[in-house]
């Protein structure tokens, strides 16, 4: 069975708590000012291959990742500024516009990364469901209005908050995490409903009052709406645990009563060059930017996925080279296995299978299922190159890579090198022309002018094969 480690109990636990019953997993989605970047890619893409491994073991999973067009401040207090509105002023945008631009670019890099898509309800779509979930934590005693207007969430009327993150209400003392605020009650109580009649976007609010949400309420009430009072499993990257995830849990289980979510995944950091990824260190990369440079998204996706979800991924371009040859290898081996493959033996190899399962089910422990997956890679290679390869054991080798890569891991072993040109082409076939007249040296200078084209032409027991250097 699978072992996940949960952050709220800091053990690794069964997951998922039921089996035989749809698992119910929310994941924070992006705040749509900006071009998510591989950090934020990172988080995503392991949220999809949970959701495929637990689809892969025959579950049935419903996952709701948010998107977050309103509410977001610059700050952990929640004051200041909306980061939407910031960004439409930077680009000479409407707040709408902003969100409208980056959601669609976000969805782009999702679908060249091969993420299966959830449900991704919008934060504006959803004020009435915000608006009654605040009124209900006023009347349990939970909130407060200001004079001012603002509705504020009390730490102090819930005994529970800072067990996710550790961060208890006697350790947030004033100008440490929060900012003070003379309307507050207490320095690390959160907005869940701001009354500024400066900001563009403005509802009616709890008691008619004017203004826009907070962040954290966005994601309990959407929540709520989608998959109820208790989820299976809440998703997010580690710098969310504190305050987002934290007052999550205050604002829905105060409210409910009910435990929020049984179980807390935190996908750690990644660094760039052994550095904090910044645009003045010249070490910031979007998906598009590592597009640009020629690499490919099934690249970047390996490459983001092979380092344990709670270890920090040092991410380099000669990482990101080697990830592209790692690719490109198995892409060729798939396809010299289905040369080689028979109509049997098409169910994977069940002593693979298990092994691949038998690592994954440690907390997702990708080292070594791609060890098993690399292993038996080794193996096929060697059967075919020295002509032991039988169709059944093609087929075998075939299905269970293309199981574990392709469905579980998510990348995209059908995309092959380009189709050689013709003038490519034509020199490979004068190429073997010479060699079948025993011409070593027109062989060898024909090798060369492909080479200098940008090909490599392999001598196999099928005959010769052309692929992109």
Known sequence: MLKLHDTLSRQERYFPPETGREITVYACGPTVYHDAHIGNLRTFLTVDLLRRYLEHKGEKVKLVMNITDVGHMLNDADEGEDKMEVAARREGRTPAGIAAHYEKAFFADLDAL???????????????????????????????????????????????????????????????????????????????????????????????????????????????????????????????????????????????????????????????????????????????????????????????LSAHYRTQLNFTLSGLDAAEKTVAYYRDLLARLGASAGTGGSAASAADDAAFEAAMDEDMNVSKALAVVNEAAKSANRALEDGSMTPVAASAARAFIERALGETFGIDLCSSAAEAPDDVRALAD??????????????????????????????TQQGPRLKKA
């Open 114 to 304: 091969g993420f299966k898509r959830a449900e991704h309800p919008r934060a504006t779509e959803h004020i009435p469901q915000m608006v009654a979930l605040i009124e209900k934590l006023i009347e349990a005693g939970n909130a407060y209005v200001t004079p001012k207007g603002d509705v504020y969430y009390s730490v102090a009327s819930f005994p529970g908050y800072g067990k996710l993150s550790g961060n208890t209400v006697e350790d947030l003392v004033a100008g440490a995490r929060v900012e003070v605020k003379e309307d507050k009650r207490h320095p690390a109580d959160f907005a869940l409903w701001i009354h500024n009649p400066d900001h563009v976007m403005q509802w009616t609010g709890p008691q008619g009052i004017l203004g826009y949400p907070g962040w954290h309420i966005e994601c309990s009430a959407m929540a709520k709406k989608f998959l109820g009072d208790t989820i299976d499993l809440h998703c997010g990257g580690e710098d969310l645990k504190f305050p987002h995830h934290e007052c999550e849990i205050a604002q829905s289980e105060g409210a409910s009563g009910k435990i929020f979510s049984k179980h807390w995944l935190h996908v750690t950091y990644l660094v760039v060059d052994g550095e904090k990824m910044s645009k003045s260190k010249g070490n910031f990369f979007t998906l598009n930017d590592l597009l640009a440079k020629g690499h490919s998204a099934a690249a970047v996706r390996w490459l983001l």
């Open 430 to 459: 004068g190429r073997q022309a010479a060699r079948d007249a025993k011409d070593w040296a027109a062989s060898d200078r024909l090798r060369g002018e492909i080479a200098a084209k940008g090909w490599i032409v392999e001598d």
